[in-house]
């Protein structure tokens, strides 16, 4: 049975070192929690993906099964915001931020199969917030990107070149909420050999 990669089908999930990169992202589904605050010092965010990663492996093994579709599972995603999105460039206070952490989905998962699958996964122990994850899709459309190699926390200044002036000297502006997807898994790699794209959804800017 062929795998299907969506890392490597789809090429908004690659990114460019050192440089921006303007993409269309198609409308693609998610397995989505919401949350609120620093993701290094409560426990909110690690209840949150240890709802996420669950399920998603039960999707794959019942889509493999079931409907004889192997793939690969994406790795974690989060959209990121702010009342001040300046906590996000120079203050860093990551107690400030609301996220939603997100796995992609094949569109041929359904609701149905979500539900199974939470089902079958209580069954084993429910995680503390599983009952908070919802099937949804995201349209993001016009976007910026790049590829941070560090850590987490050095991407201040790299954001602060996408917001301040790339964007800007592309006649753009941003909209929606700042997005990474986590190609490493922080687990297993060193925070300087992290691998993580940095995107921002964005639109004409408005002449006056």
Known sequence: MEKTDFKKDLDVYRAPRG????????????????????PNSGGDF??????????????????????ERDYVVMPLEGLWWAGDMATFTSARDK???????????????????????????TAKGAPERLAQVRLASLAEG???????????DDEAGLLARMHDEFIPAQGLTMTGRHHEIYLSDARKVAPAKLRT????????????
């Open 142 to 152: 016009r976007c910026v990107q790049t590829l941070h190699v560090g850590s987490y």
């Open 197 to 208: 794209i940095l995107r921002q959804p964005v639109e004409e800017a408005r002449r006056r």
């Open 95 to 121: 107690s400030q931020w609301d996220w939603t952490l997100m796995i992609m989905t094949p569109d041929w998962i359904t609701e149905a199969m979500v539900a199974e699958a939470v089902d079958q996964v």
């Open 46 to 67: 690690a209840a949150a993906t240890e709802a996420l990663y669950p399920l998603a492996y039960k999707l794959k093994f019942a889509s493999k099964q079931k409907l």
């Open 19 to 38: 440089r921006f990169a303007i993409v269309d992202v198609p409308e693609l589904r998610y397995l989505m929690i919401d949350g609120h605050g620093d």
